[in-house]
Structure formats: C-alpha cells, structure tokens
C-alpha cells in the first residue's frame, strides 16, 4: 500500500470511492513510451526492454487496485518513477520505483524480481518493501522503532532511501484524498520529522521543501494560513524592495563585467515557522522572509559578487557564511550575507554557480551523470564538491547502532537532524561541520567514535579548555585521550549532538552493567561463604539458568542490582541449603498486610485494619503509635514521625499506644532506607555493598538520587531484622572514607 501509510488504499474494480469529498479528477498516467523517453534524455544508454518489462509486470500485478483517488492502483508506482526520472537517476532505481509496491501488495515475489530483473533491483526493491512494512506499525505508536531500523536499511544502499522518498512525495501529493482526517496528519506529521530531513540530509532541498510545504498545509493549516496572509501583507508593504533590489544588483554587475542571473523568492512557510519556533522570534523580527539569488558563472565570480554586494549596501556583522570554503556535509555550497537594503530592511542574499546551484537543489541526484559510455553514480565528481551519501547518514547509523531504548534514539536522530552548523578543524586541518552550540566532546565524536569514547579534554586554538566550551567558527580543536574507555560525568551538559550523547549513554550502560556485575559478585561471593562455600569452587551456570539468567555475568548483575537476593543464588546452587538458611537466618520478609501478627497493643478494637504509615515506614525495633482515623482503621506511625505533628489538632482521630510482637521481632525481616552521600570514583559502590552484605543486610533496591564530578547521592533499601541492625549498618558505612554523610531515610 504505497509503503504502508495507507495512503493508497485499494478497492475493487468498479468502486466509487474516491475519498474525502467531491470525486477528484483523475490522474493523466505517464505512459510507457514517454517513461522510457525521459530517462534517454539524460541517459543514451538507457535498457529500453528492461524498463518496459518492468512497467508492464507492475501494471499486470497491480491489477484491478485502485486507490483512495478512484485512479488504477498502477499510477502510484508509474508516477514515483516519474519522480525518479525528474531527478535523473539511473535504469536500476527507475525500475525499482515501478517495482516497490509488487512485493508488498500483489503475489510477486523476491525470487520472482531476481529472476526477471536481476539481484540488484531486486535488492532495491526488497530494501524498500521492508521500510514499507515497518511503517504500518506507526499506527500504532512505533514510529521511533521504524526510524531506526530505517537507517540501519538506507544505510546499504542511499537508493533504497531515494525511491522511498519519490513513493512518500507521490503520497503526500495526493493525500487530500485519504477521507480520515488524522491518518493524514499522522502521515503529515511523519513526513515533517522524518521524510524531510532525511532528504535534506542527502542535499536533496528541492524535495524536502515540496514534503514540507505539503505536510505543512495538512499538519497546521492555521499556521500556515496566518503566515500566508503576514506574507501578502508584507507584499503590498515592501513588494517594491524586491525590484529595486533586483534591478540594482544588475546594474552593479553589468557595469563590473559579472554575467549573473538574479531573482528573488519568498521563504517557504514551513521554513518561516520553523524559525519562529526555534528561535522564538516574532515575525516582524526576520530578516530573511525574502531571500535572494545570484546565480555565477564560476567561484572567482562568487566573491567578486560579495564585494560589490557589500559595496552597494551595509552588511549586517557576522551575517557572512563561506558554505563554498565550509561546504555542509551534503555537499551545499554558497556564500550567505545579509545586508541592510533599501527603505532600511534587512536582505538575506545567496551567491553560488550554476553547478553549486543544482547540487544545492537536488544533492545526491546532482551527481548521476553520463560517463564512461554508461549512466550512474560519479562518486569522484560527488567527493570532489564534498558529498559522500553513506558519511552524510554515518552519524544517524551509529546512534541507531548503539541501541537502547527506541524513545532515547528517536530523540538523539532528530538532534542530528535538525541543526543550524558551525565549523571547526582538527590540527591537520581537516574540517568537521557541527551544530551550532557543539562542544569538544561533539567535535572528537564527530571524528571518530573511538576518539570520543576515549576524551577526556580538549585544547582550543592551542589553549586548552573545559569540555562544557561551546565551538566557534573556525576554532582548532586538539581532542585529549586516556587510554580508559569510559563515560564522561555530566555528558548531558556536555553535548548537543545526537551521535555524543546516544555514544556516551551506551558507555554509561555498559559502565553501569560492569559495576553492578562487580557488587553482585562480591555479594555473591559473601553469601556463599556464609554457608561454608567458596565462589571460586562453584559452578553457578546451572544456578543461573534455574534462575531465568543467561549466564554468570548476568547473575551477578541482577544481583547487583538489586532484582535478585545473593541468599537464593546460593540456595539455587545449593538446594540443601534451605533448611540451614532457614534455621540460621529464621526470618522472613514482613507483610504490609498482615499487619496484625507484629504490632500489639490494648485500646485494639477487634476487627479494626493496621496498615504501616508510608510517610515514615516503621520498622521493629521502632518507638511505634497507632493514628486511628474513621473509616480507614489505624496508622502506625514512628513516635517521631513529621506527619503526627499535623494530626494533632484533628478532632476525629484516636491515638493508640502500640508495641512490636514477639514476631516481628525475632522472626521478621523489614526493609530499611538510608542515603549516603559519596565520592565519585569507582569501587565506591561496590564497596559500601560489601559493608552492608558483611553486616548481613540485603539490598532489596538500589538507586542515585543525585550525581554531580565529586559527589552523589545513593539510596539504599535494605532488609535488616530490626533498628538496629540498621544502625549497626550505618556505624559501619560510617567507616568509609569514601562515605561523607549517611543517614536513615523514612519515606
């Protein structure tokens, strides 16, 4: 279904159904001659038979299909490869335009393609049917998933994005006839976050301004529409500007001897409220609703253009942006200023060469071409202007390589998606474009993920800096390596790119991992010892595997984590340890509710619930009072909890004199909390676990409540038999010079 997004759905022969509204006209089909005829334009070597077998077999598969429209459900893929051919790509991913619908909706398969049309185009074909599956669960909340394994697809082969972005430009061109008004948001919405930059991401800016603009009007028609109409406005106000603008340019380059061609354009809507939003500005604040063009015939021509453009009029200072020095990643070249023009208005101008031109408009597709006596991709002519297609989506690829969470990577790809760029260098003087506010831990990142993984400073222009500096344009930046893989303290603060931050969170899980493997093992190794066994001596696959755990490593993880007991590690291993674990220990963890069987006291009403207070989660061993409020039976409370003090003046409540049974406190195990403030610096953590497991407390939960260079904060929810056990615990954390501060938490 046209990749999945239901825009073009299918119905049966014969049905009216063309959707929402009136019956739109139908579509004129780009026939087959006039198919083959566009590509020979550009391509004389063009396989006439193999475009033609392709054409017929998609309109022969496709059938009776039609879609939302009323139109042949074989105009979709037809008019994608006329898309494909507006941009000149090559036969193979023509054919693969006609073809990417076939796999997916009809009865054609794999094999079938391969056969027919060689392992190429079926690979194509089938790159593209897997996107067009993927997106069907957007549907269903999972448009995160599907970017990622999005990218890690395009990533094969840049043509496979291609013709799915010619199969989405189709779709959103005839979206207005889907009928359910938010399935064509959804799809607006996708192809605004999506779509869009991922084609400006391969230089394609004439394409993602069309899915723009369309997604636009669909996705916030009144936006759009009250910038159309401040648009108007300022046509009457300042239309003349653009003539006269026009004109003078002209005549300062003919009198210098410049041939150039000069126009002016409006910015296209969704670029004005894109800027509005990110830089919440009001729109009378723009300067660059109108944009200029001047259009060369060679570079030497475009700085001469500059001068005289400053000569005519003021420039705005620091509004000048060499893109033809500092091409962007995919491959945009042009020089930026911004003068003062007439009736004192602000003026973007663009000054680049026909070549730059086209490579701006189109990127990628700029550089198939005719060489060799065949048609296809000149990656030389492509590297030469600065574009390479697979480096352009590499740092998309780490991030979607790195993993975790689906939400966390939605997050970092469209940080690398949408940024303004600055530019800075390596000592050898290579360039690295970043985004505007990247600091030195984005720069090593952007030069390799090895060299980032390693960072530990940075020298700026010979000086070296803190690694929270934001880069300027044009700095020198010397990256700083240890030879210890690990991640940075408070990288959040430390990176704008998408690619830094997704690279440090997985050094942080696999920090995290290491960590608590170490405390599970010590406390593993504690538990065993105990009960007269020695970790070094005991095999704990088996124990693992009875436990749900894949292995060892994973054992000791959860155990230091917090999700497992060393204690049924060591019974798992040893199952005639029960009885002894039982006997020695003779507790068992105390229930909330069976309150009854540990606190006594003789003002009970029989029948009346106890239930433990939350605010200050007694313990035995506790001074304890009952608060007996109508209808929700008796709260017990420690005599020093806050939350009496409130109750006091309360004129319904019934205070009740309680005491700890026998029970509670000989047969009972009751989870205690303590915070401890510590050292940032590993073994830390591990050893303050080897405190408590050495003093016989079990860490039931484990947690970091806040961690800044030097210090953080730890949470630990232990279970003890009563007070103090829980303050013989805390006298022994006490001892730990890594420990500043520790005390019980209630709550």
Excluded at 442 to 458: K, L, N
Aim: proline share 4%; glycine share 8%; with cysteine.
């Amino acid at each position: 279904m046209s990749g999945g997004d239901g825009v073009a759905a299918k119905t049966p022969v014969g049905s009216t159904k063309a959707g929402a509204g009136d019956a739109p006209p139908r579509t004129r089909l780009l026939r087959q001659f006039e198919l083959v005829e566009r590509v020979r334009e550009y391509d004389p070597s063009v396989d006439e038979n193999l475009i033609n077998r392709a054409y017929v077999y998609a309109t022969v598969k496709h059938g009776s299909q039609k879609r939302h429209s009323g139109d042949p459900y074989f105009a979709h893929p037809i008019q994608v490869a006329g898309i494909l051919t507006e941009y000149k790509f090559d036969s193979s991913t023509i054919v693969a335009g006609l073809l990417h619908d076939t796999i997916e909706d009809t009865d054609a398969t794999r094999q079938e393609i391969e056969t027919m049309f060689g392992d190429e185009i079926a690979d194509l074909v089938e790159g593209v049917t897997k996107l067009s599956q993927l997106e069907i669960q957007s549907e269903e909340n999972k448009q995160a998933q599907n970017l990622q394994k999005f990218i890690l697809a395009m990533s094969r082969d840049v043509r496979v994005l291609i013709v799915k972005l010619a199969d989405r430009l189709h779709n959103m061109r005839t979206l207005s006839h889907v009928p359910n008004p938010s399935k064509r948001r959804r799809i607006a919405m996708e192809t605004l976050e999506i779509y869009g930059p991922l084609a400006r991401r391969i230089g394609m800016e004439k394409m993602a301004r069309e899915l723009e603009s369309l997604s636009f009007h669909e996705a916030f028609p009144e936006a759009e529409a009250a910038i159309n109409a401040r648009l108007e406005q300022l046509r009457i106000e300042k239309g003349a500007n653009v003539a006269i603008i026009i004109q003078t340019v002209m005549e300062v380059f003919e009198f210098a001897g410049i041939d150039a061609r000069v126009f002016g354009r409006e910015k296209q809507t969704y670029s004005i409220w894109r800027k509005l939003q990110r830089k919440s500005m009001e729109f009378a604040d723009l300067a660059d609703v109108y944009a200029f063009r001047v259009i060369v015939s060679n570079p030497d021509d475009c700085y001469r253009a500059l001068g005289l453009i400053h000569q005519t009029w003021r420039c705005v200072p620091d509004q000048v942006e060499d893109y033809i020095s500092n091409p962007k990643p995919n491959g945009y070249r042009s020089i930026h200023t911004i003068v003062i023009g007439p009736g004192n208005v602000r003026v973007e101008i663009q000054i680049r060469t026909e070549e730059m031109d086209q490579i701006a408009e189109n990127g990628v597709a700029a550089h198939w071409r005719y060489k060799n006596e065949s048609y296809g991709f000149d990656e030389e002519q492509a590297a030469s202007v600065g574009l390479d297609a697979r480096e352009a989506t590499r740092a998309l690829l780490e991030i979607a390589e790195h993993g975790g969470e689906a939400g966390e990577f939605l997050e970092h790809a469209k940080l690398e998606m949408y940024s303004d760029h600055v530019f800075a260098f390596t000592p050898k003087g290579a360039l690295i474009p970043l985004p505007q506010g990247a600091t030195p831990l984005d720069f090593a990142y952007a030069v390799h993920s090895s060299i980032g993984d390693r960072c530990t400073g940075a020298k700026i222009n010979g000086v070296e800096r803190p690694l929270r500096t934001a880069l300027r344009n044009g700095d020198v930046v010397e990256v700083i390596t240890g030879e210890k893989i690990a991640p940075v303290p408070g990288y959040e603060a430390l990176t704008k790119t998408g690619r830094a931050k997704s690279a440090q969170r997985r050094l942080q899980r696999a920090a995290q991992r290491e960590e608590f493997e170490r405390i599970g093992r010590q406390l593993v190794a504690h538990a065993l010892h105990r009960y007269g066994h020695e970790l070094a001596d005991t095999a704990l696959q088996k124990a693992a595997e009875k436990l749900g755990k894949e292995d060892e490593e994973d054992l000791f993880v959860s155990v230091g984590e917090g999700t497992l007991k060393a204690s049924a590690v060591a019974l798992a291993a040893f199952p005639g340890l029960e009885e002894k674990v039982r006997k020695d220990e003779g507790r068992r963890p105390m229930e909330r509710e069976k309150a009854k069987l540990y606190v006594k006291g003789g003002e009970l009403t029989p029948g009346v619930g106890l239930h433990f207070a939350e605010c200050c989660t007694p313990i035995p061993g506790d001074r304890i009072i009952g608060v007996q409020i109508p209808g929700k039976g008796v709260m017990i409370h420690t005599i020093d909890c806050d939350t009496l003090a409130a109750l006091e003046d309360e004129p319904d409540i019934t205070w009740v004199d309680l005491a700890w049974t026998q029970t509670a406190l000989n047969r009972t195990l009751a989870a205690g909390r303590i915070m401890a403030t510590v050292e940032n610096k590993r073994g830390v953590l591990a050893e303050l676990c080897r405190i408590i497991a050495e003093n016989e407390g079990d860490i039931i939960n484990l947690r970091l409540a806040t961690r800044t260079a030097d210090f953080f904060d730890m949470v630990f929810d232990i279970e003890v038999a009563d007070a103090r056990h829980l303050v013989n615990i805390l006298a022994a954390m006490r001892t730990s010079k890594a420990v500043k501060e520790v005390e019980r938490v209630k709550g």
